[in-house]
């Protein structure tokens, strides 16, 4: 049996404290229960136990209490002030308890830095890819989801443009979102002489690249223990799908549709006849070894955060790692959709364009054209 709130009895916002006062007295017991039992006093009047079904009751409350949201961004957008403040304003009003995170220090290779508490409903990032990368730290291992409104340059994870907050924030606030998972890279960095790995993770990719600019670096790869290659190299990336529409991009390797569970390998600049990128299944490892007689030690580099040196005799581990990331979607629209409009592909060939010109190319006529042209 469930029973409603009557909403003249959150008529006043003393009479709402109070109602809040004992919800957080029985969250602990409704937690993971999508009944909870609520003993309901308005101002000094007894007003029975009642039993509601969630998860949420509206009017700025849910099985936790008060809704809390966070907002990340970075400190130059938060002294420019409109967005931010339009942002949080609209939060409010929806009822939500916001915080403004601004500044997230890269913390230390290996560290996990505080996360957000489990109470949070949801993560507003407003920036660009590279503010997203950094809320993730504060989601990382739990279950809140993270939406992001583009103010950078690509966003590509970004859901919705500056222009849409309004109506992101809405959505929001009603629930109209669902959830897209995104893999996450686990690395084990065996160190010489070490009994045990330092561990750290990566949504987008991980780079292993040489100390010394001016010299390479000489590593060893191994797929499921087995060795694939070894050559002299700038370093290589391990990306995940999510990051192979970056670095991984630009370094020339394939662009992987974000449920696709898989992990790649490109080389940066080596020096050897067969070093193409290379994708593994989830269930495989990379092992990336820094050779004892390497001209350079290495450096890696967690998603442009987290880093640390890597003397010569150094193993790095990357599998799938067993947490995911959640992304909160507002549209419905496919990867490939967002991947034609973000890098605006030329989607129509140089032939067709010039055919809609009169079969002329930079003053050439094509000869399929030239009876048409004439």
Sequence with gaps: MTADIPDSWLASETDLRRVRGFWHVFDAHCRFSFICSITLEVGDVFMGVFHRAFPFAGKGLTMFGTRHAVVVTHSRLRESGTVVEEAVGQLTQAGFEVSIIDNIEAPD????????????????????????????????????????????????????????????????????????????????????????????????????????????????????????????????????????????????????????KALQLVPLAAHALFARPLIIGSGSTFAIDILEDSTSDGWICCDGRRQCALPRGTRVEVRESKSTLRLARLSGVPFTNRLVTKFDLPVVGWREQARKTGGVHHGHVFPEDKETNE
Aim: glycine content about 10%; aromatic content about 8%; overall charge negative.
């Design 109 to 260: 290779f290996g560290k996990q830095p505080p996360v957000v508490s489990e109470r949070t409903e949801i993560v507003v990032v407003l920036g660009g890819d590279g503010t997203i990368l950094r809320a993730a730290e504060l989601v990382h291992c739990t279950s809140v989801p993270i939406l992001g409104v583009n103010l950078g340059h690509v966003g590509f994870l970004a859901e919705f443009e500056s222009f849409q907050m309004s109506e992101a924030i809405r959505r929001v606030a009603e629930h109209d979102y669902s959830i897209d998972e995104r893999m996450i890279a686990h690395v084990d960095v065996w160190l010489p002489g070490a009994s045990e790995p330092i561990e750290d993770w990566a949504l987008n990719d991980i780079t292993l690249e040489r100390a010394d600019r001016g010299k390479m670096v000489e590593l060893s790869i191994r797929v499921d223990d087995v060795e694939m290659s070894s050559f002299g190299c700038d370093g290589v990336i391990v990306s995940t799908p999510t990051g192979s529409t970056a670095y991984a991009f630009s370094a020339g390797g394939p662009i992987m549709w974000p449920n696709v």
